[in-house]
Antibody
Framework: QVQLQESGPGLVKPSETLSLTCTVS????????WGWIRQPPGKRLELLGY???????YYNPSLKSRVTVSVDRSRSQFSLKVTSVTPADTAIYYC???????????????WGQGILVTVSS | QSALTQPASVSGSPGQSITISCTGT?????????VSWYQQHPGRGPKLLLS???RRPSGISNRFSGSRSDNTASLTISALQAEDEADYFC??????????FGGGTKVTVL
């Protein structure tokens, strides 16, 4: 059974880069799409971006210029970088396997437990 | 802009059934965009309950069921149990690879 675990710093200074890693265990990172989703305090979930295990990536247009997702198949990990962060980027960040993202259907399973990242000086 | 609207809270007594709605605007939930539903307990990651409006993954109780009427998808929890107290949210495709999530519904078991 695939399990996901986010890791990275819980505190990032404004204007710096937020970097998180998601480790996939219990299954292969191959042949799947993997995504990053966040939830700011009191706000709804937001998909930041996702990628195929080969590295092909897709981004939320509202954040595209600041977000990068990448994969390291040898480590069964995929990563998120968000540049030039502000306090508005404070959120719980989740990684998830993308089941489908199509016009017909969209779903994510499983999800990691999430990691709180606070942007503050 | 596409959006999914859910009630902020729903409550019920043990054994009862409750229904949570997810209404789409601007094709957030429409003819082609099926909805997925998730359960989230405090401090834990979301758990997929239903995909494609009604399909339950392996291991999900049949007490959870989904339906749709026009642009409103619904999640019904039957035979409510204390362990069902959690947040529930819906998700759908909007357009141009944009995915939208509902605001979430807090379920309280009285």
């Amino acid at each position: 059974q695939v399990q996901l675990q986010e890791s990275g710093p819980g505190l990032v200074k404004p204007s710096e880069t937020l970097s998180l890693t998601c480790t996939v265990s219990g299954g292969s990172i191959d042949n799947s799409f993997w995504g990053w989703i966040r939830q700011p305090p009191g706000k709804r979930l937001e998909l930041l971006g996702y990628l195929y295990y080969t590295g092909s990536s897709y981004y939320n247009p509202s954040l595209k210029s600041r977000v990068t997702v990448s994969v390291d198949r040898s480590r069964s990990q995929f990563s998120l970088k968000v540049t030039s962060v502000t306090p508005a980027d404070t959120a719980i960040y989740y990684c998830a396997r993308v089941g489908r993202i199509t016009v017909a259907e969209t779903w994510f399973d499983p999800w990691g437990q999430g990691i709180l990242v606070t942007v503050s000086s | 802009q596409s959006a999914l609207t859910q009630p902020a809270s729903v409550s019920g007594s043990p054994g009862q059934s409750i229904t949570i709605s997810c209404t789409g605007t601007n094709n957030g939930v429409g003819t082609y965009s099926l909805v997925s539903w998730y359960q989230q307990h405090p401090g834990r990651g979301p758990k997929l309950l239903l995909s494609e409006d009604t399909r339950r993954p392996s291991g999900i109780s049949n007490r959870f069921s989904g339906s749709r009427s026009d642009n409103t998808a619904s999640l019904t929890i039957s035979a409510l149990q204390a362990e069902d107290e959690a947040d529930y949210f819906c998700c759908s495709y909007a357009s141009d690879s944009i995915v939208v999530f509902g605001g979430g519904t807090k379920v309280t078991v009285l």
